[in-house]
């Protein structure tokens, strides 16, 4: 199906490998000696998983995580030996293949830890991490349920059929102090798992936030996302600023160049006017690529070494940059975003790329949204 041999692509993610294991390296290397996941569920956060996973990897990453079994079966079905751990499933969820892959398994209820027994045996146990709600009010196991389920866990786990390897949890990256108190709850949660006669030999708690800005939550392994990808989860420091490299430029051309009069109306609506006569360029992505509606006369761009507006609505498949007095010709490169600064004005930054933080700053949103959601047509490029 790919024409790139004679077309070049009309858009294309190009994704720094190198960047990936080097952000993992640099994590790694200050939450020593607790291990790293690499979480790449949600196709790697849009950067493509097995390949993003290879590249973790290859940068030392001890495991890899993702949302649902689907996603681990994808990444053994890539060639993808290493330890996984999925954590989100159906209401009524099936192991076998799970258990068969090697893939580890999340437990939040009851029921998941029923259905993981059915599907262990003595030859092949499912191996789990029971995840516990220490406040954060989404999936674990509620806090009543913490010992009727431990003990349920122990009883299987004497019988061969599952080895209970991990107890996990996730935070609100609330307030610092919102955060230590899920971290005592996790502590008596580990209390009550002993006292059932349970030995998780890995305890996280931690994903990027916390593994950067809270030591005491690291454990023994912490689980990188947006970090992975060089980006940063806070609102107060860049990637730069935390020692990641972004890993992904988002990249078209212009396919179509036109000079317009002052006043003349831009894409549906006409929500933009030129205040003077300008040159148009037409970019083709839309919000079906993942461009968000709301850039809309917001975002900027790069063309020709100069940033520049967004302008009138993003339609379906394209939209409209502003150049000013700024002629430019069909095929000159665009680059949406990939640069590291963020925060501020990235051209005054002395950065050349708008960055994703940029980008999600315009559509009142955050960075995980931006790279996320690109969608297919997208070519992904790897380099
Ligand atoms: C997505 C996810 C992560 C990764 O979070 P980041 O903020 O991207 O580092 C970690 N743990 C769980 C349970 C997740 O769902």
């Known amino acids: 199906m790919t024409t790139d041999a004679e077309t070049p692509a009309l858009r294309r993610a190009i994704i720094d490998t190198g960047a990936i294991g080097a952000n993992v390296e640099h994590v790694r290397s200050l939450v020593a000696p607790a291990q790293v996941m690499a979480v790449v569920k949600a196709g790697g956060y849009g950067h493509g998983a097995a390949e993003v996973a290879r590249a973790a990897l290859d940068g030392g990453a001890d495991w890899l995580g993702v949302a649902d079994v689907d996603e681990a079966l994808a990444l053994r079905a890539a060639g993808i030996t290493a330890p996984v751990l999925a954590w989100l499933h159906g209401h009524d969820p099936r192991f076998e293949a799970a258990v068969a892959s090697g893939v580890s398994l999340g437990i939040s209820s009851r029921r998941q830890l029923e259905r993981a027994t059915d599907a262990g045996t003595a030859q092949h146990p499912a191996h789990l991490h029971l995840k516990v709600d220490t406040g954060l009010g989404r999936n674990g196991v509620e806090r009543d ?40 709850a996790f502590d008596e949660a580990t209390a009550v798992a002993r006292d059932a006669g349970l030995d998780p030999q890995l305890r996280h708690i931690a994903s990027t936030a916390a593994a950067l800005r809270l030591p005491e939550a690291r454990l023994d392994l912490v689980r990188l996302g947006i970090g992975l990808y060089g980006l940063s989860p806070f609102d107060d420091a860049t990637s730069h600023e935390l ?7 988002l990249e078209s051309r212009l396919i179509s160049v036109k000079h317009v009069a002052a006043g003349t109306g831009v894409s549906y609506g006409y929500t933009y006017r030129p205040d003077a006569d300008s040159w148009l360029g037409l970019v083709p992505l839309g919000y079906a690529d993942g461009i968000p509606r709301h850039v809309s006369n917001r975002g900027s761009v790069w063309v020709n070494g100069r940033v520049h507006p967004i302008v009138g609505r993003v339609a379906m498949d394209q939209f409209v940059v502003d150049l000013g007095e700024h002629r430019a010709a069909v095929g000159d490169r665009v680059v949406l975003f990939g640069g590291t600064t963020g925060h501020g004005d990235a051209a005054e930054a002395g950065e050349p790329f708008p960055s994703a933080d940029d980008w999600a700053r315009a559509a009142h949103t955050i960075n995980y949204e931006i790279v996320t959601r690109l969608g297919r047509r997208v070519k992904r490029v790897y380099g």
């Open 145 to 184: 349920e913490w010992q009727p389920l431990f003990a349920a866990a122990a009883a299987a786990e004497a019988t061969g059929r599952i080895r209970v390897d991990g107890l996990f949890s996730h935070l609100a990256n609330a307030l610092p102090d919102d955060d230590r108190a899920q971290l005592e």
């Open 243 to 249: 020692g990641l490299r972004p890993a992904l430029r």
